[in-house]
């Protein structure tokens, strides 16, 4: 579609060397600590850049898909991927989450993510990544309690069981799709 050759899909694909290796090792840590707390969950960093007539919603969406997996990725592991794009000389970002994640945080909290950590890019700050980390595990911990909280209202009711039953299917049949959403 781009005519370009994606990369794979890593933790950090920086082709053009936006980040120093210490930088690197910086965000692979903060990325580390994140997946301790959300084992299935899978983040990469897109850092890349792309010519200015050039749809950064599309082509963040484009990569998610094309992208072959990774040396430590498996099929099932890209449906519970967060892409985090970057474009390093226009400076527009998009978050792309992936089928499995996508009906638990809405478009509003994944503006307020972005909108939180869009000036440090600019940067070239690692403290952006680590902020949009640090705000991500907090806006999921959120989610999780209020979907405890909701379940748990449910419990001894059997049409409340059918009914998170069904939410349950909903939200992991749902038709495979991405949310893209550019600060």
């Not at 299935?40 to 969406?61: I, K, N, S």
Request: with cysteine.
């Amino acid at each position: 579609m781009f005519g370009l050759q994606a990369p794979a899909m890593e933790a950090i694909v920086d082709p053009k060397d936006f980040w120093t290796t210490q930088q690197k090792k910086s965000i692979l840590q903060s990325i580390a600590r994140f997946q301790k707390k959300f084992p299935q969950l899978r983040l990469a960093f897109l850092f890349t850049d792309v010519p200015a007539h050039y749809d950064f919603h599309l082509y963040a969406y484009w990569y998610c898909n094309v992208a072959p997996l990774g040396p430590d990725e498996q099929t099932e592991d890209r449906l519970w991927t967060i892409l985090f794009a970057y474009d390093t000389k226009m400076h527009r970002m998009a978050v792309v989450p992936c089928y499995k994640i996508e009906p638990f945080v809405s478009e509003d909290q994944w503006d307020t993510l972005l909108r939180a950590t869009q000036n440090s890019w600019k940067l070239r700050d690692t403290c952006g990544i680590e902020c949009f980390i640090s705000l991500l595990r907090e806006c999921l911990i959120d989610v999780s309690q209020r979907f405890k909280r909701v379940v748990n209202r449910g419990k001894g009711n059997v049409i409340g069981s059918w009914i998170w039953f069904f939410l349950y299917l909903w939200c992991f049949l749902w038709p495979f799709r991405f949310a893209v959403k550019e600060c």
